[in-house]
């Protein structure tokens, strides 16, 4: 049994109390205003908030000019290894569970497997494996080609079978696959349904790339649980609606396009050229699905261009800059976005119960969302991370 003194702020009802956090076999055992009897007191500074997620990254990029290119050149057995590496930067900034949603040949599903082991020290991985597209589609190159619902299926079983706990399937184009328009439809609602229900079946969270209205539309009438980028064109009450309703969450990555276009003139042209046009509609976007009641999650896509290792506080900053309140941005990387990982029981919280990883921040996130970016200890299990 160990005993954390410091102030204790949970994303729940956003209250911070002083007092005493107790650990037993790695969880919370309760909050408390006076120390247990007896109880090895270790004093955290600043304010305390549950370890951070982040709801969307790929581990097998670098975050680097032009990942893309780095990956045509790079074995499997490099990109893991480089991998591995970034997972201790995770933990160094906080964040202590994260859903990589696309890498090459599955490579990040050993490394999710050794945290989960113990054998490698880093953030919970939740692993979707390759990412499912239609031949040709958006990702095609480091994923999984299927096509019709029998196709789907097959690759859907395919990726759990190679031990994914989550999926991604493309449900239109994006920016960083070339001669694919950003935001264009991809799968068919009935292909990702196939999909979808596979995942339902493993009690796995589905989620669904998809940047354009039609295609929003078709994941979340399928049952995707999580949309990652969200309306590039624009949204509509049906879709708000429908969103509310299955309680799907929608994940913005702000931090992507923010890369790229602080890249201009150095990451590759056609990257720029597709997300110059849709940016400022994305955050716009972003916001009015705020507003329209739609549970937001805090996601990076880190590993896309100048985007790296960890990015979480960039993303968390931007979701502030465009109007969330900072309840909601603390919300955004603990609550809902352990719900995009089908952890809400878990991780996201600091009550008994809960998995004992914390951050205790230099700085209250409820006065400022730049605190994020001064975190001063991780706590992994129960136990302060020591790098
Ligand atoms: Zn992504």
Redo the contacts with the bound molecule.
């Keep these: 049994m160990k005993t954390y003194k410091g102030v204790f702020l949970d994303p729940v009802d956003g209250e911070a109390i002083a007092g005493y956090l107790t650990v037993e076999d790695g969880m919370i055992a309760g909050i408390d205003m006076a120390a247990p009897q007896g109880a090895e007191v270790v004093e955290l500074d600043g304010v305390v908030i549950p370890g951070l997620i982040d709801a969307?990254v790929?581990l097998t990029m670098s975050g680097g000019l032009d990942p893309m290119a780095e990956l045509e050149e790079m074995s499997d057995f490099l990109l893991l290894a480089r991998a591995a590496g970034y997972l201790r930067r995770y933990l160094d900034a906080g964040v202590t569970a994260v859903r990589d949603?696309?890498s090459r040949a599955g490579a990040v599903i050993g490394l999710a497997q050794a945290v989960e082991r113990g054998e490698l020290a880093g953030p919970q991985v939740v692993a979707a494996g390759p990412v499912i597209t239609p031949t040709g589609g958006h990702g095609w190159k480091f994923g999984l080609e299927a096509d019709g619902p029998e196709g789907v299926r097959r690759a859907t079983r395919e990726v759990f079978k190679m031990g994914a706990r989550a999926v991604k399937f493309m449900a239109t184009g994006g920016v960083m696959t070339p001669g694919v328009r950003a935001g264009a439809e991809m799968f068919e609602e009935e292909e990702l349904r196939a999909g979808v229900r596979e995942a339902e079946k493993r009690g796995a969270v589905s989620a669904a790339?998809a940047q354009g209205l039609a295609g929003i539309k078709n994941a979340v009438r399928a049952g995707v649980r999580t949309i990652?980028h969200g309306a590039f064109d624009g949204w509509d009450e049906e879709a708000f609606l429908l969103m509310e309703r299955q309680g799907t969450v929608l994940v913005p990555?702000l931090a992507?396009p923010d890369g790229i276009l602080r890249g201009e003139g150095e990451v590759p042209e056609f990257m720029v050229a597709k997300t110059r046009p849709i940016a400022e509609r994305h955050r716009e976007n972003a916001l009015e699905a705020y507003r329209a009641g739609v549970a937001i999650a805090a996601g990076t896509?880190a590993g896309?261009p100048l985007n790296p290792h960890p990015n979480l506080a960039r993303e968390l900053e931007l979701l502030a800059e465009v109007g969330l309140e900072l309840l909601d941005v603390l919300r955004a990387a603990t609550t809902v976005a352990a719900r995009t990982l089908g952890l809400s029981a878990s991780r996201g919280r600091l009550a008994p119960g809960y998995v004992a990883d914390l951050v205790a921040l230099d700085g209250d996130p409820l006065e400022s969302a730049a605190a994020y970016a001064r975190p001063l200890a991780t706590v992994v299990g129960g136990e302060v991370w020591r790098g």
């Design positions: 969307h790929h949603l696309g790339h990652e990555t992507a896509d896309t």
